[in-house]
């Protein structure tokens, strides 16, 4: 039975990624500081899990949550790109040195492997599409540079130490308890807890900006294949998660229509400044790589989403 290590496990995808591992019969340690995530996130599995409330930037708290653990997955990280705007040392505390913490604690313990949640934000505003791992990375926000510089030390760790170490660049992850109420929340989030009161969400632009919005699951997944797959084909690397496949806030909204019984029309805004037009990704070689095929599709995806809403 193999012992994993989730930082951030009060959040959205750390919580979720704690249910799968202990419905494999694994077991689940978890540090947060629940800055942005929540204890309710947790309550339900509390008592199955290890918990530890602490903070990535302290390193003996790290260097205990790291004895005896087989694979990280880190999670943890503050992760708005305005946060980051607003206060770009906060956000290279939590998101870089957090990240040297966890990787030196991680090497110290001799644990096998460390899995981080990047973010496709490192690619920046790239006209090209679908977005590749091939691509020079040109990141805008602090948020983004934090992310990016922490995908190079994860490779500088396995350079140097041996410290076996894989990045998944997440696009768009969206599902259950995903917090609505940030700034940097899923859209999908927003859309739905709005049309589900049966109020009008808030388009910004003219609605055909394009995202490839992914279900936590297929997060959970590649995470969970990160840990197994060769190390000879991953190590050191990084991998788009994502699905391959893009749609528009006007089509979106048009399916959670359906989904929601809602009736009424998007309150359509001014464009948002720094907000990218289209995302896309190749997903080839986490296909390749990890053997990544998307299980669950956006629109069944966003099924499952809505009727967690509805069920709150
Ligand atoms: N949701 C997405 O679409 C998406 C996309 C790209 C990357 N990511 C990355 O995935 C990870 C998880 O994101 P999420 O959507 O679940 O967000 P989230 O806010 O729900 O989870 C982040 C968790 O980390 C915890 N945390 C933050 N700083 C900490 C610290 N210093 N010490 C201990 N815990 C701390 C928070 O309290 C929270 O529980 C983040 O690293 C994020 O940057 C998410």
Redesign the pocket.
């Known amino acids: 039975m193999a012992l994993y290590l989730i ?8 919580s979720s990624l704690a249910r799968a591992i202990l419905s494999r019969g694994e077991q689940v340690r978890g ?7 929540k204890r309710e996130n947790i309550a339900d599995i509390q008592d199955r899990i290890d918990f530890r409330e ?4 302290d390193l003996d708290a790290m260097h205990s949550a790291c004895a005896g653990v087989d694979f990280v997955l880190h ?5 708005s790109v305005p946060k980051s705007v607003l206060d770009p040392l906060g956000s290279n505390r ?2 870089v040195d ?1 990240t040297v913490n966890v990787l030196v604690a991680a090497r110290d313990a001799k644990v096998k492997r460390v899995v981080f ?5 490192a690619y920046g505003d790239t006209p090209t599409l679908p977005k590749h791992e091939a691509m020079k990375p040109d990141p805008i926000s602090p948020y983004a540079v934090a ?1 990016l510089a922490s995908e190079h030390y994860l490779t500088s760790f396995y350079r140097c130490y041996q410290l076996e170490t894989v990045s998944l660049r ?5 599902g259950p308890r ?2 609505p109420s ?1 700034p940097y929340s ?1 859209v999908l989030a927003k859309f739905i807890t709005v049309m589900l009161r049966g109020e009008q969400p808030a388009i910004y632009g003219d609605g055909e900006q394009s995202r490839d919005f992914t279900y936590i699951d297929n997060a959970v997944e590649a995470n969970l294949l990160a840990c197994k797959a060769p190390a000879a084909q991953v190590a050191g690397q990084m991998f788009n998660v994502a699905t391959g496949r893009r749609v528009t806030l006007n089509e979106t909204f048009k399916l959670l229509q359906g989904l929601t019984s809602h009736t009424g029309h998007p309150k359509y805004g001014p464009e948002r400044g720094g907000d990218i037009k289209h995302s896309l990704a190749d997903i080839s070689k986490a296909e390749a790589a990890l053997g990544y095929k998307p299980k669950v599709d956006f629109e069944e995806g966003l099924r499952r989403t809505v009727d967690w809403y509805r069920g709150k």
């Open positions: 930082t951030g496990i009060g959040g959205f995808i750390g540090v947060d500081n629940f800055s942005t995530g602490a903070d990535i930037a999670q943890a990280a503050i992760p939590a998101n957090g949640a990047a973010s496709s934000s992310k997440y696009f768009n992850i969206f995903q917090d940030s899923g």
